[in-house]
């Protein structure tokens, strides 16, 4: 089974600051992990994803998030946030061979203050 | 290009009463789907799962049932809502094979038991 630790559940910063929003998984197999963005009542918008090849993947407004199979680790990171990031962001991942049922953690909450 | 459609965006129901929600899939055959609940602070919690017509696999016991009569139609249903299902309701749909890695999520029901 799978497990995903967000390691804080709000994350206030000012805008044009840099951030990183944490996340650490288990898993007894090989993982694909994810990123996920949900604005206020709204369903949930797939950020990036790992799946295979390199480490480090970017998503199309800036974010980026790199794997660490050592650390267990996907986390989070944007070198400038603007207003608009401001949302609440799930961290996911998926076993191997498990049929591709993610497995969320509890979401940290991004607020972006000018 | 494909689509996944949710409704009712919210809905209030008293304590006792049944439960319908509908999610539709469309631009694709032989979806995955999924129901999850968010509940304020909590993350989200996989309720079930489908992997084809008829083949419900239910994540922890409680007081909802899932059904798939066709394809690409997944509904979520209740006979006696209680207080504690209350919550935002989200449907999601994954590719099977090689792309079943990562969902799309409709735009949720938000639930409110009084």
């Known amino acids: 089974a799978q497990s995903v630790t967000q390691l804080d559940s709000q994350v206030p910063v000012f805008e044009e600051a840099p951030v990183e929003l944490r996340c650490n998984y288990s898993?007894?197999?090989?993982?694909?992990l994810f990123w996920y963005v949900q604005y206020p009542n709204q369903g949930l918008q797939l950020l990036l994803k790992?799946?295979?090849?390199?480490?480090l993947v970017e998503s199309i407004n800036g974010f980026e998030a790199e794997f660490n199979k050592s650390q267990t680790s996907f986390h989070l990171r944007k070198p400038s946030v603007h207003i608009s990031d401001t949302a609440e962001y799930f961290c996911?991942?998926?076993?191997?061979?498990?049929?591709?049922?993610?497995?969320f953690g509890q979401g940290t909450e991004l607020s972006v203050k000018p | 290009s494909q689509t996944i459609h949710q409704w009712p965006a919210t809905l209030v129901q008293p304590v006792g009463s049944p439960l319908s929600l509908e999610c539709t899939v469309e631009?694709?055959?032989?979806?995955?789907l999924y129901w999850y609940r968010q509940a304020a602070g909590r993350g989200l919690q996989l309720l079930f799962y489908?992997?084809?017509?008829?083949?419900i696999s239910s994540e922890v016991p409680q007081n909802l049932s899932a059904s798939r009569p066709q394809d690409r139609q997944f509904i979520l249903s209740s006979k006696k809502l209680l207080l504690s299902d209350s919550g935002f309701y989200l449907c999601?749909?994954?590719?099977?094979?090689?792309?079943?890695?990562?969902?799309?999520f409709g735009s949720g029901t938000r639930l409110t038991v009084v």
């Open positions: 999601a749909w994954s590719g099977t094979g090689v792309h079943v890695y990562g969902y799309t």
């Open positions: 898993s007894s197999v090989s993982v694909y």
């Open positions: 790992y799946l295979s090849g390199s480490t």
């Open positions: 996911a991942v998926s076993g191997l061979n498990q049929g591709g049922k993610l497995i």
């Open positions: 631009g694709t055959s032989n979806p995955n």
């Open positions: 489908s992997v084809g017509i008829g083949q």
